[in-house]
């Protein structure tokens, strides 16, 4: 495996993981030049990059209160649906119920695949839910009972976590512009900015996990 490679396939320091395979040279210029107009299918059904922090949002509208959806996409919204009901029983069983454990990754591990091609990170066009692909997201089911205690109070504990991701989504988002047009001009992806892109796109998806309450596990605050 060569040194390049190697700084991706690291060993996982947390239990929610992303891989992507490195792609550098040889990209492929008139996708990525209508990259935004391709993803359009995933992006309506599983959202785009650091789109998924937060699913549903409180707005007033003529002193009436209501819910406005967010850019998490059609089965985001459902995930989020899915974590509302998953912390009452948790809270209350101290277990997050296997279907709709499975039904919330099913979407997180769609999104990783639809987000690594939306940020240019690959270039092979996402299946639509599973199936192979460069970029994968690894993530087990917790074993044993839940943190009762964390969960209750995880939309408090995971501020810090989405200021920061936040932050460095737009960070993110100034370096992929920069990227798109060096892939359209030399068919390259400059190795550094791929590299912050890969561990911003990491640790966003930690934070996306431990909202949704599919791990009790804190993300780390480092793009390490």
């Known amino acids: 495996m060569s040194t390049m490679a190697a700084r991706f396939d690291h060993a996982a ?98 999104r990783v695949r639809a987000v690594a091609y939306t940020a240019m990170l690959r270039d092979e066009y996402p299946p639509f839910g599973e199936g192979a692909y460069p970029a994968e997201l690894q993530l087990a089911m917790p074993s044993g009972e839940r943190n009762r205690l964390t969960v209750a109070f995880r939309l408090i504990l995971v501020i810090p976590q989405l200021i920061a991701v936040w932050a460095l989504g737009l960070a993110w988002g100034i370096t992929s512009i920069i990227a798109w047009f060096a892939i359209l001009f030399t068919g390259r992806y400059p190795v550094a900015l791929y590299d912050f892109g890969v561990r911003v796109f990491r640790w966003s998806t930690r934070v996306e996990a431990y909202l949704l309450l599919l791990r009790d596990e804190y993300p780390p605050f480092s793009l390490a």
């Open 13 to 110: 320091i947390h239990p929610v993981d992303v891989r992507v395979e490195p792609a550098f040279i040889n990209r492929n210029r008139l996708t990525t030049a209508f990259r935004i107009f391709l993803a359009i299918p995933h992006l309506i059904i599983v959202g785009g990059p650091i789109s998924g922090a937060l699913y549903w949002v409180w707005a007033p509208d003529n002193g009436q209160q209501h819910y406005e959806f967010s850019a998490a996409g059609v089965l985001g919204a459902v995930a989020a649906v899915v974590a509302f009901m998953a912390w009452f029983a948790i809270v209350f069983t101290g277990r997050y119920p296997t279907g709709l454990w499975n039904l919330a990754a099913f979407y997180l591990r769609w």
